[in-house]
Nanobody, 121 residues
Framework: QVQLVESGGGLVQPGGSLRLSCVAS????????MRWYRQAAEKERELVAS???????NYADSVKGRFTISRDNAKKTVYLQMNSLKPEDTAVYYC???????????????WGQGTQVTVSS
């Protein structure tokens, strides 16, 4: 079994910061691109940030300059540092990773269960 488990969500005031973490566990061989998505109420899920195995990053325009994605390959963990948070950042944040299980060749996407981030005064 493979699991992705997010943590670090919560309630924060506008202008505040949060750091999300997502740990992958199970019979994992390689982890390739890791991503953070978010889904606000009554809206479609959107890609927030991604990071390749080599460390290349991409961000949605709405979070550039405020959010930073990083990863620790030894810990099989991806992070999302979120600064200068705005009410419109309120959403459930999901971790996603393309990975191969031990004994397989094909990378498959896995999802975490999500963590709620609420930005409100």
């Amino acid at each position: 079994q493979v699991q992705l488990v997010e943590s670090g969500g919560g309630l924060v005031q506008p202008g505040g910061s949060l750091r999300l973490s997502c740990v992958a566990s199970g019979y994992i061989d390689n982890i390739y691109t890791m991503r953070w998505y978010r889904q606000a109420a009554e809206k479609e899920r959107e890609l927030v940030a991604s990071i390749t195995g080599g460390g290349g990053t991409n961000y949605a325009d709405s979070v550039k300059g405020r959010f930073t994605i990083s990863r620790d390959n030894a810990k099989k963990t991806v992070y999302l540092q979120m600064n200068s948070l705005k009410p419109e950042d309120t959403a459930v944040y999901y971790c996603n990773a393309d990975l191969t299980r031990i004994g397989t060749m094909r990378a498959v996407p896995y999802w975490g269960q999500g963590t709620q981030v609420t930005v409100s005064s």
